[in-house]
Each structure stands twice: as structure tokens, then as C-alpha cells.
């Protein structure tokens, strides 16, 4: 999950701060889990991963915005493809909204194939919510079978 909130501010970019690995009580994983450097995400072990990734926005303006999220995969750890693209608007000031892109990944070489998270919204006063303690914006990563 993405810890602490942040002004998007118009600009499409990766993630690549922030992360952690949920610690609250009652979450468990199976094996050793994904490693994250800089918002790039390793796979443990290779297999058909779904990979899902969650953004909550805020609009701190009085007109219309829109958040996209985007989950970008790499088979050889440098050019980066879209795999899913979501997209939600958000109406009014003060107004949330959760925006969900999902996709399916076979990781065949764990040293890789990898992926990131993108996000983008339209023009300023857009906030991205994180926090420490609460999934609010976050990734979901289940392996589904062997690849």
C-alpha cells in the first residue's frame, strides 16, 4: 500500500515512493512475497500472477477531474507495456473516488518480468490517498498456477 497521501497534480508518473507491505494485524501471505525497489515490483517465484492495483483520489477543486491508473509490465526488465488502464471522475470539490485496474501476468523469469503502477490525473488540486495504517490506495497480487 502507498503510505501517505500526495498532490498528482496534473502529471502522469510512476509511484515509485511510498510503498509498503501491509502490517496490520490479521494480514497474512503465502511464501516470501513480492520485493518493491523505487515502484518496481519482482515476483518471488514465476507463475500466472493477477495483479491488481487500487487508487483513491481526492478533487480539492470545484470543477471535474479524473484519476487514471495504469499497470505497466516489462518480459525484459526495460520497456515497459500498458497491461490495464482504468480510469474514474470525480464531480465535485471534495469528492473521492476509487479507481481499479486489474491485470494478468505470466512471469516466466522472476529477473525479468516485472511490473509498475502509473497514475495520472487531470490537472490540479488531486490527491492521491495513502496511509500507513489502512489499505486506501493499493496493489493486490495473487498467483494463480504455475506458468
Known sequence: ???????????GAYIT????????AGFA???TGLTESSGTFTFPVTGIYQITAVLHTVNGSNTNR?????IYTTQNNSG????AN?????????G???????AIFDCTDTSTHKFRI??????????????????????????????
Open 29 to 31: 501471505k503465502i511464501g
Open 86 to 94: 482504468a480510469a474514474g471522475e470525480i464531480g465535485h470539490q471534495n
Open 118 to 147: 502509473w497514475q495520472y490525473t487531470y490537472d490540479s488540486n488531486t490527491a492521491i490517498v495513502g496511509d500507513s495504517n489502512q489499505n486506501n490506495s493499493y496493489i493486490v497480487v495473487i498467483r494463480l498456477g504455475d506458468t
Open 17 to 24: 515512493s511510498n510503498w509498503e507491505r501491509n502490517d496490520t
Open 66 to 70: 479524473y484519476t487514471q491508473c495504469r
Open 1 to 11: 500500500r502507498i503510505t501517505s497521501s500526495f498532490d498528482a497534480s496534473g502529471a
Open 80 to 83: 515497459y507495456t500498458v497491461q
Open 96 to 102: 473521492q473516488n476509487m479507481v481499479r485496474s486489474t
